[in-house]
């Protein structure tokens, strides 16, 4: 390059993912070569279920019609936010006002950088969970932000100790990030928690963003944070279709709050893109239609594969909370294994310095051709997790159990 990056860029690195798919991509050229089965992926939470059939008929419909390829309005169809606005107040029991108080996204990760932009100053300090979605830490890096990380620990449930919070310094705390049903932790979100967390933010003068897209899965009773009385002033809260509706790829979501705060992410989004093609939001509209029975089938299914995924957690000796919510299992590794193979690995692991998570993830990688990503990614309290995408048919969840239990010879 003729020109050095941007300071603000030496903060951050590539996505773990981005790096893992390319050694991955290695990997399977070489097994390929050997004739070898490629690698099992249960690293990345991408569904693989179809999108509900009412939004794959109108995308097929809508495209081809004139008219529809131009840019659109940055603040989304006016049917997309009423759509998005009857969802809320159908499942959340929350009233957003379609025309102020929602903003479609292209998808709720664009929100975490647009909301940083448009909420941060440089030195701002922005509390983080960990372990958390890793860009919430990288977005407030790239806003030039100071992250303070703040604890969830499986003795607590994986929800803050709002005493420790309390107790900390909170001077020049301007945006804490908070997600339920947790990722990778499965914790699910309850009414009191949600209340602490508004209450918490409200009293400090710190805007919440509550990220909430596992909502719906593996859980019967959705919550929104904005169902608190009086939340809006300083809550924000954003949901996408990716993981509810099997949408990932199309890249819709939202951000829903007091008109105040959505009219200044425009401001910031507007510069950003020229709207979303009219064809998938109109399909997103017909999406956002789907019934209680939609979601029971989504979950009976999320339910069987996340029996296989404990299994695995089982064969290599994990602690982990069978009832957990979202798209994923996370697991504890134990300090020490009956088996010896796993005993070996962490012993290993111990005396390099490595975390628990990473040196079984790499061990079971290159030794049994399954992926499952190590807790270290979404921060220390992560280092000795591993954790199981549930974005994968029982067959082959099943697949992968054999491989493992092969691998340790169990």
Known sequence: MIIQPAKRTESVKEYFFSIKNREMAKLNQERAARGEDPIINLGIGSPDGTPPRAAL????????????????????????????????????????????????????????????????????????????????????????????????????????????????????????????????????????????????????????????????????????????PGAKECCLEMNSLSKAHNMAGWRIGMVGGEADYIREILKVKSQMDSGMFKPLQLAAVEALKAGPEWFATLNAEYLRRAKVAGQIMDALGAEYDPNGAGLFVFGKLPAESRNDKLSVILREAEASGKTRGEAVSNAILYGAGVFMAPGFIFGHNGDDYIRISLCAPVPKLEKALEKVKAFLQL
């Open 57 to 228: 008929e109108v995308v097929a419909k809508t495209a081809v019609l004139d008219g529809v390829h131009g840019y659109q309005s940055y603040m989304g169809l006016p049917e997309l936010r009423q759509a998005l606005s009857d969802w809320y107040a159908r499942y959340y029991g929350v009233t957003l006002d379609p025309g102020t108080e929602i903003q479609p996204l292209t998808g709720s990760k664009e929100g975490i950088l647009l909301i940083s932009l448009t909420f941060l100053n440089a030195g701002d300090k922005v509390l983080v969970p960990d372990p958390g979605y890793p860009t919430y830490t990288s977005a407030s890096q790239i806003a030039e932000a100071e992250v303070i990380k703040y604890d969830l620990v499986a003795e607590k449930g994986w929800v803050p100790d709002f005493d420790a919070l309390e107790a900390m310094d909170l001077t020049g705390v301007k945006m804490m990030w908070t997600n339920y049903p947790g990722m990778p932790t499965g914790a699910r979100a309850t009414e009191e928690l949600y209340a602490k967390i508004a209450d918490f933010g409200r009293r400090h003068g710190i805007l919440i963003v509550n990220d909430n897209p596992y909502s719906f899965i593996r859980n019967e009773h959705p919550l929104s944070l904005l169902a608190v």
